[in-house]
């Protein structure tokens, strides 16, 4: 059971912003910046992969809802959505959730972009392999 699930039985306290039949958002515990919101699903997906189309809706529906009252709220008129999937990407709580990160006096997510030039070819096969296995 994760600290979320946790969190979704009333086990553990957070600051609730908004809740419906499948999502919850709640106050970051750690902030990057003041406003710092989480919007899970209330299906205990680990990762975004795994989220089944109803409880991905569902999160689709609510996050430019969350965002706009965030940014409202703040005052912040830029922010990041940022949503992390497996330990290597730095997801640290195993339960689908994006984070809402507004950009304020100073403090915002750093981001290290170490971007590369693609490889055409290379890019032919691959798109073609995915567009293939999303059918
Ligand atoms: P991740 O690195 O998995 O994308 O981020 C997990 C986030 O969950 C972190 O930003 C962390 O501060 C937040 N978090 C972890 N435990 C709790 C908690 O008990 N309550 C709240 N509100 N946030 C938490």
Known sequence: M???????????PCHKLYEDA????????????RGHTLLIPKEPAVTLDALSDDAAAAIGRALPKVCRAVMKATGATSYNVLQNNGAAAHQAVFHVHFHIIPVLEGRQLGIAWDAAASDQALDTVLARQIATLLG
């Open 2 to 12: 994760t600290i979320f699930s946790k969190i979704l039985a009333g086990q553990i």
């Open 22 to 33: 499948h999502v919850l958002a709640f106050l970051d515990i750690k902030p990057i910046a």
